[in-house]
């Protein structure tokens, strides 16, 4: 028993004394660290010391003997030991630093004061060449880059260089430049177009810039071009490439097909730009150029309800404006089969002034016809209550625009088939040869009441509670939080229409009952009230479509005014196709399409009407269960 006592306490004093020595160890190590860090913390700051008072001194024979010591303490290490050189590479960068501050202020002094160098600048620069050769080096070649960009004029630089390029051999580098002055100033003109188009971010256009002047300069402005073309290529790969997918995704295809054709060019061996261009191809065709009338066909909200609809005790009155979801599906089916193709109806209209509108010709695929569509009053007032049509568009957490409607039952639904612009994406979707680069339709808003079935101001909100009281239902009434939730609301569903490629156009705040009889001072509100209320939501708008049709005439001063707040495309009414221009506006008769129409116009060069009928309006809005066609 004792001798296992006595063996334990013979483990224990082993395990003390191990513990002890290890401790002792790891403190002589840190201290032997602690050591060599604080000697070479003390040589590296008296090297620095003696550095700085050497050149305080302009004793440069011994200071670049000093920097000499040290370069050559790196250059002896071997590769296994450079991480040792740490210490030896920061005294040279302290001493390039040293050194780098005076270069600048000489040549700052050169250049903004006139200044010529003393002798003893020129000593200073010949003795200590090893440093200063790069960096005087390098500064010529940041002014040749500056002229060649136009921070700097001709005289400045032709002076600077006249009093560095004699000192040591700085020559080397200054006279070639120096002789190449000229030759930098003729480029002058395609690189500023080159920077300005990657200023813009049109990353093709500066690289196309910039190759065309690798065509005609060699030196400098060659060597120049070819570093901005790789450093441009850096910039635009990834937003260009998620610009192009986005656009395939919104069935832009000749928009993607160039974007990425010149890609492919740039980037000859990328496969993800390969892939995408090939996409894009499949769903191109051959086009041609149209001049001529283009038809626009004009529907209202869609009954998507028909049981509401046509059970209304007043019903055939309000229900002559509309048609129904399965008759705007149909006429989609007869006017693709037609061979019409969706065109955007800002197209024909050259805008890049302000003062005058340019004639244009129209681009659209080979056998195609030209259509465009348009959604009137999308606002969803109280006065369509009972309609058997949507109440309002939202989002859904896809970024989907989607319409709801109230069932006579009381029940929400929401969906994209209740509204023509669920519809209509929908079944560009299934046919994106319907549409040419993806573009929808014209969505014409009002203001009096909503904007897409949101109260979004005070006016509005007054409107709306007046309406409600007339109509003998409950008194609504908003908050301003509420007012500003529906704003939001309404800046997000536009958004999603128009990266959808659907446009907008203003149908007047007040939705006029004949905009050409109100006078100037009435169209001056009324539009300074759309542009604060309604457009501020939407964002640019240039369109006006005039409710029912009843226009106002181009060089009317009303007219002359609406140009002076951006609208320069007007909608009128129609029973056929008109498109012309007019003095910095261009003009399109809509051809509204809804039951009344239908049953007293010819519309067969669209579609047949005997085919696109719905049956609900001969059956109380009833299928064989009763159910709502929508």
Same mark, same amino acid.
């Given at each position: 028993?004792?001798?296992?006592?006595?063996?334990?306490?013979?483990?224990?004093?082993?395990?003390?004394?191990?513990?002890?020595?290890?401790?002792?160890?790891?403190?002589? =190590?840190?201290?032997?660290?602690?050591?060599?860090?604080?000697?070479?913390?003390?040589?590296?700051?008296?090297?620095? @010391?003696?550095?700085?008072?050497?050149?305080?001194?302009?004793?440069?024979?011994?200071?670049?003997?000093?920097?000499?010591?040290?370069?050559?303490?790196?250059?002896?290490?071997?590769?296994?030991?450079?991480a040792?050189?740490?210490n030896?590479?920061?005294?040279?960068q302290?001493?390039?630093?040293?050194?780098?501050?005076?270069?600048?202020?000489?040549?700052?002094?050169?250049?903004?004061?006139?200044?010529?160098?003393?002798?003893?600048?020129?000593?200073?620069?010949?003795?200590?060449?090893?440093?200063?050769?790069?960096?005087?080096?390098?500064?010529?070649?940041?002014?040749?880059?500056?002229?060649?960009?136009?921070?700097?004029?001709?005289?400045?630089?032709?002076?600077?260089?006249?009093?560095?390029?004699?000192?040591?051999n700085?020559s !080397?580098?200054?006279?070639?430049?120096?002789r190449?002055?000229?030759?930098i100033?003729?480029?002058?003109?395609?690189?500023?177009?080159?920077?300005? !188009?990657?200023?813009?971010k049109?990353?093709?256009?500066?690289?196309?810039?910039?190759?065309?002047?690798?065509?005609?300069?060699?030196?400098?402005?060659h060597?120049?071009?070819?570093n901005?073309?790789?450093?441009?290529?850096?910039?635009?790969y990834?937003?260009?490439?998620?610009?192009?997918?986005?656009?395939?995704?919104?069935?832009?295809?000749?928009?993607?097909?160039?974007?990425?054709?010149?890609?492919?060019?740039?980037?000859?061996?990328?496969?993800?730009?390969?892939?995408a261009?090939l996409? =894009?191809?499949?769903?191109?065709?051959?086009?041609?150029?149209?001049?001529?009338?283009?038809?626009?066909?004009?529907?209202?909200?869609?009954?998507?309800?028909?049981?509401?609809?046509?059970?209304?005790?007043?019903?055939?009155?309000?229900?002559?404006?509309?048609?129904?979801?399965?008759?705007?599906? =149909?006429?989609?089916?007869?006017?693709? /089969?037609?061979?019409?193709?969706?065109?955007?109806?800002? /197209?024909? !209209?050259?805008?890049?002034?302000?003062?005058?509108?340019v004639?244009?010709?129209?681009?659209?695929?080979?056998?195609?016809?030209?259509?465009?569509?348009?959604?009137?009053?999308?606002?969803?007032?109280?006065?369509?209550?009972?309609?058997?049509?949507?109440?309002?568009?939202?989002?859904?957490?896809?970024?989907?625009?989607?319409?709801?409607?109230?069932t006579?039952?009381?029940?929400?639904?929401?969906?994209r088939?209740?509204?023509?612009?669920?519809?209509?994406d929908?079944?560009? /979707?299934?046919?994106?040869?319907?549409?040419?680069?993806?573009?929808?339709?014209?969505? /014409?808003?009002?203001?009096?009441?909503?904007?897409?079935?949101?109260?979004?101001? *005070?006016?509005?909100?007054?409107?709306?509670?007046?309406?409600?009281?007339?109509?003998?239902?409950?008194p609504?009434?908003?908050?301003?939080?509420?007012?500003?939730?529906?704003?939001?609301?309404?800046? @997000?569903? !536009? =958004?999603?229409?128009?990266?959808?490629?659907?446009?907008?156009?203003?149908?007047?705040?007040?939705?006029?009952?004949?905009?050409?009889?109100?006078n100037?001072?009435?169209?001056?509100?009324?539009?300074?009230?759309?542009?604060?209320?309604?457009?501020?939501?939407?964002?640019?708008?240039?369109?006006?479509?005039?409710?029912?049709?009843?226009?106002?005439?181009?060089?009317d001063?009303?007219?002359?005014?609406?140009?002076?707040?951006?609208?320069?495309?007007?909608?009128?009414?129609?029973?056929?196709?008109?498109?012309?221009?007019?003095?910095?506006?261009?003009?399109?008769?809509?051809?509204?399409?809804?039951?009344?129409?239908?049953?007293?116009?010819?519309? *067969?060069?669209?579609?047949?009407?005997?085919?696109?009928?719905?049956?609900?309006?001969?059956?109380?809005?009833k299928?064989?269960?009763?159910?709502?066609?929508?």
């Open positions: 028993m004792n001798y296992h006592e006595s063996s334990r306490h013979a483990v224990s004093d082993r395990g003390y004394f191990v513990a002890a020595a290890i401790c002792a160890v790891v403190m002589i =190590a840190v201290g032997i660290c602690f050591y060599v860090i604080t000697t070479r913390q003390e040589e590296r700051d008296s090297k620095i @010391n003696e550095f700085k008072a050497c050149m305080s001194q302009e004793d440069y024979q011994r200071a670049i003997e000093i920097y000499r010591s040290v370069q050559d303490d790196v250059i002896s290490k071997s590769p296994e030991d450079a040792k050189a740490e030896e590479l920061n005294m040279l302290q001493m390039e630093t040293i050194v780098g501050e005076r270069v600048e202020s000489i040549c700052s002094n050169i250049r903004y004061e006139r200044y010529v160098p003393s002798s003893s600048d020129v000593e200073f620069l010949e003795q200590m060449q090893e440093i200063t050769s790069s960096l005087v080096s390098s500064k010529f070649n940041d002014l040749c880059e500056e002229f060649l960009l136009g921070t700097i004029e001709k005289p400045d630089i032709i002076f600077i260089f006249n009093q560095l390029s004699p000192i040591s700085f !080397a580098t200054a006279g070639p430049l120096l190449e002055i000229d030759y100033e003729t480029a002058k003109g395609d690189v500023r177009n080159a920077e300005d !188009a990657f200023a813009q049109d990353y093709i256009s500066a690289v196309k810039s910039y190759r065309g002047v690798l065509g005609q300069y060699e030196g400098f402005v060597s120049y071009s070819e901005r073309i790789d450093e441009i290529k850096e910039v635009m990834e937003p260009l490439i998620n610009e192009c997918e986005h656009m395939l995704e919104r069935y832009r295809y000749y928009s993607a097909e160039k974007v990425l054709s010149d890609m492919a060019e740039i980037f000859p061996e990328d496969d993800i730009i390969n892939n261009l996409e =894009a191809t499949s769903h191109t065709m051959e086009t041609t150029e149209y001049k001529g009338h283009i038809p626009v066909l004009c529907v209202r909200d869609l009954i998507c309800d028909t049981y509401t609809a046509f059970q209304r005790p007043q019903s055939g009155s309000d229900n002559d404006y509309y048609i129904t979801v399965n008759e705007f599906r =149909a006429i989609l089916e007869e006017l693709y /089969a037609n061979d019409y193709v969706l065109v955007d109806a800002l /197209a024909y !209209a050259g805008m890049e002034s302000d003062t005058y509108m004639e244009q010709p129209l681009t659209i695929p080979v056998g195609k016809k030209p259509l465009i569509i348009m959604i009137d009053n999308l606002t969803y007032g109280m006065a369509t209550v009972g309609d058997g049509v949507c109440s309002r568009l939202t989002l859904n957490d896809k970024g989907e625009v989607l319409s709801e409607y109230v006579s039952d009381g029940e929400v639904r929401s969906g088939d209740y509204e023509a612009v669920g519809i209509l929908g079944f560009v /979707a299934n046919h994106p040869d319907f549409s040419f680069d993806g573009v929808k339709g014209v969505i /014409a808003v009002s203001g009096f009441e909503s904007v897409f079935g949101y109260v979004i101001s *005070r006016s509005e909100a007054d409107y709306r509670l007046k309406t409600s009281e007339s109509m003998g239902l409950d609504v009434s908003y908050s301003d939080d509420e007012i500003a939730s529906n704003c939001k609301t309404v800046t @997000n569903i !536009a =958004a999603a229409l128009k990266d959808g490629g659907w446009q907008f156009a203003s149908n007047t705040y007040a939705f006029f009952n004949s905009a050409k009889k109100e100037l001072e009435s169209i001056k509100k009324d539009t300074e009230q759309w542009l604060t209320e309604v457009g501020s939501l939407l964002g640019d708008v240039c369109m006006i479509s005039y409710p029912n049709g009843n226009y106002i005439p181009g060089s001063e009303r007219a002359e005014y609406l140009k002076t707040k951006g609208f320069r495309v007007y909608f009128g009414t129609g029973t056929d196709p008109y498109t012309t221009y007019g003095y910095n506006y261009l003009y399109y008769d809509r051809i509204m399409v809804s039951s009344w129409t239908l049953a007293r116009y010819d519309f *067969r060069a669209f579609f047949d009407k005997t085919k696109i009928a719905d049956p609900a309006r001969s059956s109380d809005g299928g064989s269960s009763g159910e709502t066609t929508g």
